[in-house]
């Protein structure tokens, strides 16, 4: 555990989205379970989640990815966990330019045994944001924890949101992720938090509805026509955000993305985010518990864009100004 998780101090704009302690948990229980469980028995065969890991299913949970693939192993992994006053600030993450990102499409979206994915059938960029070219939209898909609560795969000061996405972008020129996967900046990948709201989010109906076509593993329907767009925050609510160079977050764990995390979450109702506990892993066990712990940064430095440092600077002033309008209200 890392000592300098701290606590966020968290100022929602909009009155209908809920973050309290409960929406953002620090990763401490699962750590303290999986050391236990591996203290009684040894894991075997394929990768799973800690959530699949028993003695009676024994099978190779993320302290022993290594042995499913040894790239897991390696120093530059993901998730890792934020530590806001560390990050150094850089003039080159700019905005984003993005491209296509508006257009609608129908594609399949699959229950693959470890998430929900769907694929991009075409052509949308993201460019800029200080990426080395610009790099197109393979998939997307998500991780999450039980049944509304802690789930999110990297934590910002120690605290887990609800949940995570992850849009998968490859340099545009590869005709594969496998290829784009042995380029060390071949993969670009953009990550969202969620978080609760008071009310359900209607530009997810279609992901939500599909789910309950695709509860077993294997599992898969069309998703009705949704766009990348409709899925994200505004392109204005996307200039703060995180940087850093790190790996998959599922075997083969390749260090080869560009990762950009952004502030700013999406929110869904309590009733959304449950409905991704009602999937099945391949053996029939409820599909929670879909993250990795974070991994140690070995030395990398994470940076911030210029809007981010703005967001926590005027968090800081309005903290002053409340302190000071206290301190005024008080008599002499």
């Not at 290594?66 to 700019?94: F, H, M, Y």
């Not at 998430?115 to 460019?127: K, N, Y």
């Not at 993969?187 to 076509?213: Q, T, W």
């Not at 995390?261 to 929670?288: C, T, W, Y």
Request: glycine share 8%; proline share 6%; with cysteine.
């Amino acid at each position: 555990m890392r000592s300098d998780w701290g606590k966020a101090v968290i100022v929602s704009p909009s009155f209908d989205r809920v973050r309290d302690s409960s929406s953002m948990q620090p990763l401490i229980l699962p750590a303290l379970l999986a050391s236990s469980l591996w203290t009684l028995c040894t894991g075997a065969g394929d990768w799973c989640y800690q959530s699949q890991f028993t003695c009676d299913h024994q099978c190779n949970a993320p302290e022993k990815w290594n042995i499913a693939n040894s790239n897991c192993a390696g120093r530059q992994q993901s998730p890792i966990n934020v530590v806001t006053r560390k990050t150094l600030k850089d003039e080159r993450l700019t905005p984003f330019q993005f491209d296509n990102y508006q257009q609608m499409f129908t594609g399949t979206i699959k229950n693959n045994g470890h998430s929900v994915q769907v694929g991009v059938p075409h052509l949308s960029t993201v460019s800029g944001g200080a990426l080395p070219t610009s790099y197109k939209a393979v998939q997307f898909h998500l991780h999450w924890g039980t049944n509304g609560g802690p789930g999110s795969e990297h934590t910002i000061d120690g605290e887990q949101y609800p949940m995570e996405l992850h849009i998968v972008h490859m340099k545009q020129h590869y005709h594969d992720l496998t290829t784009a996967l042995s380029d060390p900046e071949g993969v670009a990948v953009l990550g969202f938090f969620y978080e609760r709201s008071n009310s359900a989010n209607r530009k997810y109906d279609p992901i939500i509805n599909a789910l309950r076509s695709i509860k077993a593993t294997n599992g898969n329907t069309s998703l009705n026509s949704v766009s990348l767009a409709q899925l994200i925050p505004s392109e204005q609510n996307m200039t703060s955000y995180y940087r850093y160079k790190g790996s998959l977050t599922t075997p083969g764990c390749t260090e080869a993305v560009i990762w950009t995390l952004f502030e700013n979450p999406i929110p869904l109702s309590m009733d959304q985010l449950r409905a991704f506990s009602e999937l099945k892993f391949h053996d029939g066990k409820s599909m929670v518990g879909t993250f990795r712990p974070v991994q140690p940064l070995n030395g990398r430095q994470v940076f911030r864009s210029g809007a981010a440092a703005v967001t926590l600077v005027s968090s800081a002033l309005l903290l002053a100004a409340v302190t000071t309008a206290l301190g005024l209200s008080k008599p002499n």
